[in-house]
């Protein structure tokens, strides 16, 4: 990617930095294999896979939130740093530093709020407080019930294990759970936490790199002249 500057130095990071890429390649190539596939089938054999649209729309959401989070830790969004290259470099790391917290200021408030829209559906209860949770609510309304529109569940021990877990009651001192027919909104709805909790991670991590001056900034702002560079010097070696 280029403008990156994240090298993993440890065999853990470099485990986990090639697991959130080969990630990010699987849900790029399962879209593009399905769009294929449905293309196919509707132009040679007049057909379709009836979900597949509807599962190509969850990909491509888990693939920009899981990529935005990814974006942070190779120091990969683009940004214009016009104004702060007219200050010294320790202004500049100043400036940096307060970018970080303010983003991370923003990425608490987007954990919440993924939690508190995720969690009706998970049978969970949403926190209370405007903008910092001040508890958990308890009496709000669970829709743990609610189904996707075509997406089927592709296991049967994912599907009772999802009843029992998210859409089950007590009633007469017994456990019981009503029946999904498709994939219930809580799966794909999931990764809104999960991603927003990694953007709050990474931006730490970014803004801790900063202050150990290990990185001047959030983003990449030179990429056009890392493009540049790179191409001059594959014209050298050729």
Known sequence: ??????????????????????????????????????VVLRYAFN?????????????FSWLVLFGISYGFKVTAHLGVDAVT???SPETRRIMGLLSGVICIFYALLILKGAWDYWAPF??????????IPTGLDWDARRYGFTETGQIPIPFDWLKTW??????????GGELKFDEYRKLPVLVPYAILPVACF???FRVVQATLHIWRGEQESLIVSHEAE????????LNRGN
């Not at 699987?26 to 596939?37: D, E, I, R």
């Not at 890392?226 to 010097?233: F, G, K, T």
């Open 1 to 38: 990617m280029a403008g990156s500057k994240y090298v993993p130095k440890t065999g853990l990071a470099r485990f986990v930095h090639g697991f959130e890429e080969t990630a990010i390649a699987v849900l790029l190539g399962l879209m593009t294999l399905l769009t294929f596939v449905n």
């Open 162 to 171: 999802l009843e029992q877990t998210f859409n089950s009651y007590v009633e």
């Open 226 to 233: 890392d493009a540049v560079e790179e191409a001059a010097a």
């Open 85 to 87: 290259n007219l200050f």
């Open 122 to 131: 998970a049978d969970l209860p949403k926190t209370t407080g405007r903008w």
């Open 198 to 200: 990694l953007i709050l």
């Open 47 to 59: 057909s379709s896979i009836i979900w597949s649209l509807e599962v190509t729309l969850v990909l």
